[in-house]
């Protein structure tokens, strides 16, 4: 059976790719949620270790071709307010 939930969590911010040891430490995170698969996205992508990290812990790594991929398959109008959406807010 599929989980019902995901969570999800990117690199951090002075990271951008991402380490065997950031990706365990969130396979801890996911397994003791309950029903909830889990979701890496690390733009820069992932060192091998990272990746055997996350394979063995059923892990699912995006990095910033694989997230491109996804946004360029969308219909117009999900683009549209995923655009809308992320573009929201003040800028300094």
């Excluded at 979701?39 to 812990?57: E, K």
């Amino acid at each position: 059976p599929q989980a019902r939930r995901a969570l999800v969590k990117t690199a951090a911010w002075n990271e951008w790719g991402a380490t065997a040891e950031s990706l365990l430490h969130f396979a801890h995170e996911v397994a003791t949620a309950r029903d909830t698969r889990g979701v890496f996205v690390a733009p820069g992508g992932f060192s091998p270790s990272a990746l055997l990290a996350a394979q063995q812990h059923r892990i699912e790594t995006v990095d910033a071709e694989s997230l491109c991929a996804v946004l360029r398959s969308l219909p117009s109008e999900r683009s549209e307010l995923l655009h809308t959406v992320a573009s929201a807010g003040e800028y300094a």
